[in-house]
Protein backbone atom coordinates (compact mmCIF):
# COMPACT_ATOMS: atom_id res chain seq x y z
CA UNK A 1 0.00 0.00 0.00
CA UNK A 2 0.98 3.43 -0.28
CA UNK A 3 2.19 5.80 1.93
CA UNK A 4 3.92 3.47 4.18
CA UNK A 5 6.04 5.92 6.24
CA UNK A 6 5.86 6.16 9.50
CA UNK A 7 4.25 9.82 11.10
CA UNK A 8 6.76 11.01 12.75
CA UNK A 9 5.18 13.48 15.52
CA UNK A 10 8.10 15.37 17.26
CA UNK A 11 8.52 16.44 13.24
CA UNK A 12 5.42 17.72 12.90
CA UNK A 13 5.33 19.50 16.12
CA UNK A 14 9.00 21.14 14.89
CA UNK A 15 7.27 21.82 11.48
CA UNK A 16 4.39 23.24 12.95
CA UNK A 17 6.48 25.86 15.03
CA UNK A 18 8.87 27.15 12.00
CA UNK A 19 5.40 27.49 9.91
CA UNK A 20 3.43 29.20 12.37
CA UNK A 21 5.46 30.63 15.19
CA UNK A 22 3.49 29.27 17.94
CA UNK A 23 3.93 25.62 19.69
CA UNK A 24 1.03 23.00 18.53
CA UNK A 25 -0.96 20.33 19.94
CA UNK A 26 -1.06 16.99 17.98
CA UNK A 27 -4.50 15.05 17.29
CA UNK A 28 -4.97 12.06 15.24
CA UNK A 29 -8.07 9.16 13.80
CA UNK A 30 -7.41 6.33 11.89
CA UNK A 31 -8.36 4.94 8.51
CA UNK A 32 -10.87 1.80 8.76
CA UNK A 33 -11.24 -1.62 7.22
CA UNK A 34 -14.97 -2.86 7.23
CA UNK A 35 -14.70 -6.70 8.34
CA UNK A 36 -18.36 -6.79 6.82
CA UNK A 37 -21.83 -5.46 6.69
CA UNK A 38 -21.53 -3.67 3.32
CA UNK A 39 -24.01 -1.25 1.80
CA UNK A 40 -26.17 -1.81 5.12
CA UNK A 41 -25.31 1.48 7.08
CA UNK A 42 -27.52 3.67 5.07
CA UNK A 43 -30.16 1.35 5.47
CA UNK A 44 -30.06 1.57 8.92
CA UNK A 45 -28.56 -1.70 9.39
CA UNK A 46 -25.27 -3.28 10.83
CA UNK A 47 -21.81 -2.56 9.99
CA UNK A 48 -18.40 -4.21 11.33
CA UNK A 49 -15.60 -2.06 11.18
CA UNK A 50 -12.23 -1.44 12.91
CA UNK A 51 -10.06 1.34 12.66
CA UNK A 52 -6.16 0.45 10.75
CA UNK A 53 -2.94 1.19 11.50
CA UNK A 54 -2.82 4.28 9.09
CA UNK A 55 -3.62 7.80 10.72
CA UNK A 56 -4.12 10.96 9.71
CA UNK A 57 -2.25 13.87 12.06
CA UNK A 58 -3.28 16.98 12.80
CA UNK A 59 -0.98 20.10 14.52
CA UNK A 60 -2.87 22.56 15.63
CA UNK A 61 -3.04 26.19 18.05
CA UNK A 62 -5.49 29.11 18.24
CA UNK A 63 -4.95 31.65 15.75
CA UNK A 64 -6.45 34.49 17.62
CA UNK A 65 -8.36 35.58 14.90
CA UNK A 66 -11.31 34.13 13.01
CA UNK A 67 -9.51 32.29 9.89
CA UNK A 68 -8.74 29.12 10.08
CA UNK A 69 -5.55 28.29 8.21
CA UNK A 70 -4.83 24.68 6.99
CA UNK A 71 -1.46 23.14 5.03
CA UNK A 72 -1.36 19.57 3.83
CA UNK A 73 2.20 18.49 4.04
CA UNK A 74 1.05 15.42 2.03
CA UNK A 75 -0.22 17.49 -0.98
CA UNK A 76 1.94 20.41 -0.14
CA UNK A 77 -1.21 22.56 -0.58
CA UNK A 78 -2.38 25.47 1.94
CA UNK A 79 -5.72 27.30 2.47
CA UNK A 80 -7.31 29.37 4.33
CA UNK A 81 -11.22 30.22 5.27
CA UNK A 82 -12.84 32.38 7.64
CA UNK A 83 -15.31 31.40 9.99
CA UNK A 84 -17.63 34.36 10.48
CA UNK A 85 -17.84 34.17 6.28
CA UNK A 86 -19.05 31.03 5.14
CA UNK A 87 -17.03 29.89 1.35
CA UNK A 88 -18.50 28.38 -1.14
CA UNK A 89 -19.21 24.68 -0.83
CA UNK A 90 -18.34 21.34 -2.92
CA UNK A 91 -15.26 23.35 -3.76
CA UNK A 92 -13.68 19.96 -4.88
CA UNK A 93 -10.35 20.46 -3.00
CA UNK A 94 -9.87 18.69 0.57
CA UNK A 95 -10.48 21.66 1.76
CA UNK A 96 -14.19 20.89 1.73
CA UNK A 97 -13.63 18.06 4.04
CA UNK A 98 -11.93 20.48 6.60
CA UNK A 99 -14.59 23.83 6.42
CA UNK A 100 -17.19 21.34 6.27
CA UNK A 101 -15.89 19.87 9.38
CA UNK A 102 -15.36 23.19 11.29
CA UNK A 103 -19.17 24.15 10.08
CA UNK A 104 -20.75 20.74 11.06
CA UNK A 105 -19.05 21.09 14.52
CA UNK A 106 -20.73 24.81 15.43
CA UNK A 107 -23.73 23.39 14.04
CA UNK A 108 -24.06 20.70 16.72
CA UNK A 109 -23.08 23.47 19.13
CA UNK A 110 -19.15 22.97 19.57
CA UNK A 111 -17.75 26.00 19.58
CA UNK A 112 -14.74 26.48 17.01
CA UNK A 113 -12.27 29.26 17.06
CA UNK A 114 -9.84 30.62 14.57
CA UNK A 115 -7.02 28.01 14.42
CA UNK A 116 -3.59 27.42 12.02
CA UNK A 117 -3.51 23.97 11.21
CA UNK A 118 -0.77 21.52 9.59
CA UNK A 119 -1.46 18.14 8.02
CA UNK A 120 0.16 14.89 7.24
CA UNK A 121 -1.01 11.25 6.78
CA UNK A 122 -0.07 7.91 5.83
CA UNK A 123 -3.30 7.15 4.96
CA UNK A 124 -4.03 6.35 1.25
CA UNK A 125 -6.52 8.38 -0.75
CA UNK A 126 -8.66 6.94 -2.91
CA UNK A 127 -7.66 2.89 -2.16
CA UNK A 128 -11.63 2.70 0.07
CA UNK A 129 -9.90 2.70 3.71
CA UNK A 130 -11.18 6.19 4.24
CA UNK A 131 -9.04 8.75 4.21
CA UNK A 132 -11.52 11.07 4.10
CA UNK A 133 -13.00 10.14 7.59
CA UNK A 134 -9.55 10.01 9.17
CA UNK A 135 -9.03 13.76 7.84
CA UNK A 136 -12.27 14.75 9.16
CA UNK A 137 -11.98 13.18 12.64
CA UNK A 138 -8.86 14.73 13.37
CA UNK A 139 -9.47 17.79 11.55
CA UNK A 140 -12.89 17.61 13.94
CA UNK A 141 -11.17 16.43 17.27
CA UNK A 142 -8.63 19.39 16.65
CA UNK A 143 -11.45 22.14 16.10
CA UNK A 144 -13.11 21.10 18.98
CA UNK A 145 -10.20 20.63 21.64
CA UNK A 146 -8.92 24.01 20.49
CA UNK A 147 -12.25 25.80 20.17
CA UNK A 148 -12.34 25.31 24.43
CA UNK A 149 -14.22 21.44 24.68
CA UNK A 150 -11.34 19.35 26.32
CA UNK A 151 -13.62 16.04 25.11
CA UNK A 152 -15.58 16.88 22.32
CA UNK A 153 -18.77 14.28 21.84
CA UNK A 154 -17.63 11.67 19.93
CA UNK A 155 -20.93 11.15 18.25
CA UNK A 156 -20.98 14.70 17.63
CA UNK A 157 -17.67 14.88 15.72
CA UNK A 158 -18.80 11.11 13.63
CA UNK A 159 -21.70 12.97 12.84
CA UNK A 160 -19.93 16.61 11.66
CA UNK A 161 -17.60 14.46 9.58
CA UNK A 162 -20.49 13.06 7.81
CA UNK A 163 -22.52 16.46 7.38
CA UNK A 164 -18.70 17.55 5.60
CA UNK A 165 -19.89 14.70 3.44
CA UNK A 166 -23.16 15.24 2.62
CA UNK A 167 -23.28 19.56 2.41
CA UNK A 168 -19.34 20.25 1.25
CA UNK A 169 -18.41 17.36 -0.84
CA UNK A 170 -21.50 15.87 -2.55
CA UNK A 171 -20.99 12.45 -0.59
CA UNK A 172 -23.81 10.96 0.69
CA UNK A 173 -22.34 8.88 2.38
CA UNK A 174 -23.80 6.47 5.50
CA UNK A 175 -22.41 7.16 9.04
CA UNK A 176 -19.91 3.96 9.50
CA UNK A 177 -16.60 5.75 8.24
CA UNK A 178 -16.77 8.51 10.84
CA UNK A 179 -18.52 6.59 13.35
CA UNK A 180 -15.65 3.91 13.51
CA UNK A 181 -12.83 6.91 13.22
CA UNK A 182 -14.40 8.72 15.95
CA UNK A 183 -14.87 5.37 17.97
CA UNK A 184 -12.34 2.87 17.50
CA UNK A 185 -10.99 0.43 20.51
CA UNK A 186 -7.42 -0.88 20.44
CA UNK A 187 -7.68 -4.67 19.80
CA UNK A 188 -11.95 -4.59 18.81
CA UNK A 189 -14.22 -4.18 15.85
CA UNK A 190 -17.17 -1.93 16.37
CA UNK A 191 -20.90 -3.49 15.93
CA UNK A 192 -22.26 -0.33 14.76
CA UNK A 193 -26.50 0.13 14.71
CA UNK A 194 -26.88 2.45 12.34
CA UNK A 195 -30.20 3.34 13.43
CA UNK A 196 -29.74 3.54 16.84
CA UNK A 197 -25.68 4.83 17.02
CA UNK A 198 -25.50 2.22 19.41
CA UNK A 199 -22.22 0.20 19.56
CA UNK A 200 -20.36 -2.98 20.65
CA UNK A 201 -16.69 -3.79 20.74
CA UNK A 202 -16.04 -6.93 19.35
CA UNK A 203 -12.56 -8.21 20.75
CA UNK A 204 -10.43 -9.03 18.00
CA UNK A 205 -6.84 -9.93 19.38
CA UNK A 206 -5.51 -12.72 17.11
CA UNK A 207 -2.23 -14.66 17.96
CA UNK A 208 -1.79 -16.61 15.26
CA UNK A 209 -4.55 -14.54 12.24
CA UNK A 210 -3.86 -11.77 10.86
CA UNK A 211 -6.19 -9.05 8.82
CA UNK A 212 -4.84 -8.61 5.59
CA UNK A 213 -5.83 -5.75 3.45
CA UNK A 214 -5.35 -5.71 -0.34
CA UNK A 215 -5.00 -2.37 -2.54
CA UNK A 216 -5.79 -3.02 -6.12
CA UNK A 217 -5.26 0.62 -6.54
CA UNK A 218 -8.04 1.06 -9.18
CA UNK A 219 -10.61 3.26 -8.81
CA UNK A 220 -13.29 2.99 -10.98
CA UNK A 221 -15.48 6.08 -12.27
CA UNK A 222 -18.48 4.73 -11.69
CA UNK A 223 -17.99 4.23 -7.65
CA UNK A 224 -20.08 8.00 -6.70
CA UNK A 225 -22.99 7.34 -9.36
CA UNK A 226 -23.71 3.49 -8.48
CA UNK A 227 -23.48 4.76 -5.22
CA UNK A 228 -26.11 6.97 -4.91
CA UNK A 229 -28.28 4.41 -7.08
CA UNK A 230 -28.11 1.66 -4.94
CA UNK A 231 -29.66 4.20 -2.28
CA UNK A 232 -32.32 4.46 -4.02
CA UNK A 233 -32.83 0.90 -5.20
CA UNK A 234 -33.18 0.42 -1.75
CA UNK A 235 -35.41 2.94 -1.06
CA UNK A 236 -37.40 2.44 -3.82
CA UNK A 237 -37.71 -1.73 -2.28
CA UNK A 238 -37.97 -0.71 1.23
CA UNK A 239 -41.62 1.36 0.21
CA UNK A 240 -42.73 -1.42 -1.80
CA UNK A 241 -42.15 -3.76 1.29
CA UNK A 242 -43.97 -1.65 3.53
CA UNK A 243 -47.43 -1.85 1.84
CA UNK A 244 -47.44 -5.33 2.48
CA UNK A 245 -45.55 -5.15 6.21
CA UNK A 246 -46.44 -1.44 7.86
CA UNK A 247 -43.48 -1.59 10.54
CA UNK A 248 -40.87 -1.25 7.59
CA UNK A 249 -39.38 2.39 7.56
CA UNK A 250 -36.14 1.08 5.87
CA UNK A 251 -34.75 -2.43 5.22
CA UNK A 252 -33.25 -3.17 8.14
CA UNK A 253 -36.54 -4.06 9.55
CA UNK A 254 -37.18 -6.61 6.79
CA UNK A 255 -36.27 -10.03 7.89
CA UNK A 256 -34.35 -12.89 5.38
CA UNK A 257 -37.96 -14.60 6.14
CA UNK A 258 -40.15 -11.53 5.59
CA UNK A 259 -37.68 -11.03 2.38
CA UNK A 260 -38.29 -14.71 1.22
CA UNK A 261 -42.00 -14.49 1.44
CA UNK A 262 -42.37 -10.96 -0.10
CA UNK A 263 -39.57 -11.14 -2.60
CA UNK A 264 -41.85 -11.65 -6.06
CA UNK A 265 -43.41 -8.15 -5.18
CA UNK A 266 -40.13 -6.72 -6.37
CA UNK A 267 -38.88 -5.71 -9.48
CA UNK A 268 -35.96 -7.54 -10.23
CA UNK A 269 -33.28 -5.51 -9.92
CA UNK A 270 -34.57 -3.85 -7.04
CA UNK A 271 -34.72 -7.87 -5.46
CA UNK A 272 -31.50 -8.48 -5.48
CA UNK A 273 -30.28 -5.07 -3.97
CA UNK A 274 -32.56 -6.08 -1.06
CA UNK A 275 -31.94 -9.77 -1.05
CA UNK A 276 -28.02 -8.25 -0.25
CA UNK A 277 -29.23 -6.02 2.52
CA UNK A 278 -31.40 -8.30 4.63
CA UNK A 279 -29.04 -11.19 3.75
CA UNK A 280 -26.05 -8.72 4.83
CA UNK A 281 -26.95 -7.37 7.82
CA UNK A 282 -28.00 -11.33 9.23
CA UNK A 283 -24.49 -12.15 8.39
CA UNK A 284 -22.70 -8.99 10.01
CA UNK A 285 -24.78 -10.36 13.30
CA UNK A 286 -23.69 -13.92 13.00
CA UNK A 287 -19.82 -12.59 12.39
CA UNK A 288 -20.09 -10.93 15.62
CA UNK A 289 -21.20 -14.37 17.38
CA UNK A 290 -18.73 -16.24 15.11
CA UNK A 291 -16.10 -13.71 16.33
CA UNK A 292 -17.07 -13.60 20.13
CA UNK A 293 -16.67 -17.76 19.88
CA UNK A 294 -13.70 -17.08 18.53
CA UNK A 295 -15.09 -19.33 15.32
CA UNK A 296 -12.75 -17.90 12.29
CA UNK A 297 -13.83 -20.89 10.17
CA UNK A 298 -17.56 -19.16 10.59
CA UNK A 299 -16.28 -16.07 10.32
CA UNK A 300 -14.34 -16.40 6.96
CA UNK A 301 -17.20 -18.25 5.88
CA UNK A 302 -19.52 -15.23 6.23
CA UNK A 303 -16.95 -12.72 4.40
CA UNK A 304 -16.90 -14.96 1.50
CA UNK A 305 -20.70 -15.02 1.50
CA UNK A 306 -20.35 -11.09 1.59
CA UNK A 307 -18.35 -11.46 -1.30
CA UNK A 308 -20.57 -13.01 -3.42
CA UNK A 309 -23.77 -11.12 -2.15
CA UNK A 310 -21.92 -8.08 -3.06
CA UNK A 311 -20.70 -9.28 -6.42
CA UNK A 312 -23.61 -10.83 -7.60
CA UNK A 313 -26.51 -9.24 -5.80
CA UNK A 314 -25.36 -5.83 -5.37
CA UNK A 315 -23.25 -5.59 -8.11
CA UNK A 316 -20.44 -3.27 -6.48
CA UNK A 317 -17.63 -5.18 -6.92
CA UNK A 318 -14.84 -5.47 -10.39
CA UNK A 319 -13.12 -7.75 -12.16
CA UNK A 320 -9.91 -7.04 -9.93
CA UNK A 321 -11.50 -7.25 -6.55
CA UNK A 322 -13.60 -10.27 -7.81
CA UNK A 323 -9.57 -11.89 -8.61
CA UNK A 324 -7.90 -10.55 -5.72
CA UNK A 325 -10.62 -12.39 -3.41
CA UNK A 326 -10.80 -15.25 -5.59
CA UNK A 327 -6.99 -16.06 -5.46
CA UNK A 328 -6.77 -14.94 -2.09
CA UNK A 329 -9.73 -17.57 -1.05
CA UNK A 330 -8.08 -20.50 -2.94
CA UNK A 331 -4.42 -20.19 -0.70
CA UNK A 332 -4.41 -22.64 2.21
CA UNK A 333 -4.74 -20.82 5.47
CA UNK A 334 -7.30 -18.75 4.41
CA UNK A 335 -10.53 -18.00 6.06
CA UNK A 336 -12.56 -15.50 4.39
CA UNK A 337 -12.16 -12.74 1.57
CA UNK A 338 -14.06 -9.98 0.62
CA UNK A 339 -14.01 -6.42 -1.18
CA UNK A 340 -14.63 -3.70 1.61
CA UNK A 341 -15.77 -0.50 1.23
CA UNK A 342 -17.92 1.15 -1.50
CA UNK A 343 -16.61 -1.29 -4.24
CA UNK A 344 -15.81 -0.55 -7.79
CA UNK A 345 -12.23 -0.89 -6.59
CA UNK A 346 -10.11 0.21 -3.66
CA UNK A 347 -9.20 -2.45 -1.23
CA UNK A 348 -10.01 -6.01 -0.17
CA UNK A 349 -10.02 -7.86 3.44
CA UNK A 350 -8.79 -11.27 4.22
CA UNK A 351 -8.97 -13.00 7.40
CA UNK A 352 -5.90 -15.56 7.19
CA UNK A 353 -3.26 -17.61 9.58
CA UNK A 354 0.37 -15.38 9.37
CA UNK A 355 1.62 -17.92 7.62
CA UNK A 356 -0.45 -17.80 4.75
CA UNK A 357 0.61 -13.84 4.34
CA UNK A 358 3.10 -14.15 1.95
CA UNK A 359 1.95 -16.48 -0.03
CA UNK A 360 -1.25 -14.90 -0.42
CA UNK A 361 0.68 -11.96 -1.49
CA UNK A 362 2.53 -13.59 -3.63
CA UNK A 363 -0.33 -15.39 -5.66
CA UNK A 364 -2.50 -12.16 -5.38
CA UNK A 365 0.49 -10.17 -7.45
CA UNK A 366 1.18 -12.87 -9.78
CA UNK A 367 -2.48 -12.62 -11.05
CA UNK A 368 -2.31 -9.17 -11.39
CA UNK A 369 0.86 -9.65 -13.53
CA UNK A 370 -0.26 -11.86 -15.23
CA UNK A 371 -3.50 -9.70 -16.25
CA UNK A 372 -1.25 -6.91 -16.84
CA UNK A 373 -2.59 -4.93 -13.98
CA UNK A 374 -0.82 -2.71 -11.65
CA UNK A 375 0.54 -4.42 -8.78
CA UNK A 376 -1.29 -4.42 -5.51
CA UNK A 377 -0.47 -3.45 -2.27
CA UNK A 378 -0.78 -5.38 1.30
CA UNK A 379 -1.07 -4.32 4.57
CA UNK A 380 -1.89 -6.48 7.53
CA UNK A 381 -3.09 -4.06 10.72
CA UNK A 382 -4.32 -5.00 13.82
CA UNK A 383 -7.57 -2.98 15.39
CA UNK A 384 -6.67 0.29 16.24
CA UNK A 385 -7.67 3.33 18.52
CA UNK A 386 -10.32 6.06 16.82
CA UNK A 387 -9.72 9.86 16.86
CA UNK A 388 -6.71 10.64 19.87
CA UNK A 389 -4.68 13.23 21.52
CA UNK A 390 -1.51 12.81 20.74
C1 LIG B 1 -18.59 3.98 1.68
C2 LIG B 1 -19.47 4.90 2.54
C3 LIG B 1 -19.97 4.16 3.78
C4 LIG B 1 -20.64 2.84 3.40
C5 LIG B 1 -19.72 2.03 2.47
C6 LIG B 1 -20.38 0.78 1.97
O1 LIG B 1 -17.42 3.66 2.36
O2 LIG B 1 -18.72 6.02 2.94
O3 LIG B 1 -20.88 4.99 4.49
O4 LIG B 1 -21.90 3.04 2.83
O5 LIG B 1 -19.31 2.80 1.35
O6 LIG B 1 -20.60 -0.11 3.00
Not at 112 to 140: F, H, K, M, Q
Not at 331 to 357: H, K, P, W
Not at 367 to 387: D, I, L
Request: proline share 3%; with cysteine; net charge neutral.
Amino acid sequence: MQRSFVVDVERLRSEFRSLYNSDPQVFSAPGRVNLIGEHTDYNEGFVLPMAIERRTYVAGAPSGNSKVRVRSLTLGESFQFDLERPGPKKRGSWLDYVEGTARGLMDRGIPVVGTDLLINSNVPTGAGVSASAALELAVGIALGVLGGTAEPDRIKLALAGQAAEHQYVGTMCGIMDQYIAALGHQDSALLIDCRTLETKSVPIKLADVSILICDTRVKHELSSSEYNLRRAECLRGSNILAKSLPKVRTLRDVSVADFERLATQLPGVVRSRCRHVVTENARTLAAVDALSAGNLTAMGKLMSQSHISLRDDYQVSCEELDVAVDVAAAEAGVYGSRMTGGGFGGCTVTLLQNDAIDRVSHAVKGAFAARGWKEPEFFASTACEGARIE
